[in-house]
């Protein structure tokens, strides 16, 4: 029985967390779905039960096979790379037959515990959705708006009467003509800039500016919760903290019993067994959610508190193995 990682060739966390379960007698199988399918080849053939058989095998890598994967860890894999001598419009199909065809033979393998199960994980990708959620099970939510008309924008945020910040609702690197280019949190100061007609080319996400006494990030593993304060010590990181890594520092802390319950329910709601939450404590003394990343980063949190959050996604992993 296999735990298979889907991770970049690179990715020191998933390889500490791989040396671990080998560790613990745990037969552990890498693969870097942008291999495929190059590098990397798949032979699948649906049973009579409605089960899939085969392998998974690669130049550089073990054979895998389908029927003994009982755990899948889904971390920041890098995207499937066509051949360059078909034509853009071939490359765009065969893209999209990789990713439903390699992907979705995964995603229906029998008695497999994923972290996170693919379908969940894009439902809760979904900005918008985390936040209804979130306020249904009890927590504290910003003011929020998204739309895509300049007048309701400005509205809006005369009417709220507290300072308002802009979000990104898909991240904060996008690509830029062959650049990346960050988009961060960030205040919006001048209201009548929202009337800019520029406003309306997509969705904007505006929401009130929480005042912060500090933030919190609070990663989730199974029912295991790992609870760290961060400070922040310059101005571009009091907006968002992403921004400015070197004047960070943080503390482990825990969480009221009250919060920790809606945490762990929203998890449920957005069916996820791995998570890493990002919350304000704002100057009132009350914690207000900003969202739940259900692929975020823990390697440097765990690296700079100590906090055994390797071993904990190790035993996730670890105990769907044994249990299957």
Known sequence: MTVLMLAHDTDEVAGQVAA???????????????????????????????TWGGLISGEDGPEVELAGIRAVWQRRASPFVMDERMSSPE???AYGEAR?????????????????????AARA?????????????????????????????????????????????NGVAH???????VVFTAPVADLESLLDPAFGLTAQMLQERVPKAFEA?????????????????????????RSDYDAL??????LPPDLRAKLLKLMARLGLVYGAFD????TSGRWVFLEVNQGGEFGWIADETGLPIYSAIADLLEKAHDEH
């Open 217 to 241: 990030r609070v990663t989730v593993v199974g029912s295991e919760m790992f609870a760290v304060r961060i400070d922040a010590g310059s101005t571009a990181a009091q907006e968002d903290w």
């Open 279 to 282: 919350l304000i404590h704002d």
């Open 125 to 169: 990708a979904y900005k918008p959705l985390q936040l209804a959620q979130a306020a249904e099970v009890g927590l504290a939510v910003p003011a929020t708006l998204i739309t895509s008309e300049p007048r309701t924008a400005y509205n809006w945020a005369k009417e709220l009467r507290r300072p308002i910040v802009y979000k990104p609702m």
């Open 175 to 181: 690509a830029d003509e062959g650049q990346v280019r």
């Open 20 to 50: 671990e379960l080998r560790t613990r007698g745990t037969e552990v199988a890498r693969l870097n779905p942008s291999a495929f399918p190059s590098r990397l080849t798949m032979g699948a053939r649906l049973r009579d039960s409605g």
């Open 100 to 120: 439903r065809g390699f992907g979705g033979v995964l995603t229906s393998l029998a008695c497999c515990l994923w972290v996170n199960d693919p379908v969940a």
């Open 249 to 254: 520092s943080y503390s482990i802390i825990e």
């Open 91 to 93: 490359r765009a199909f």
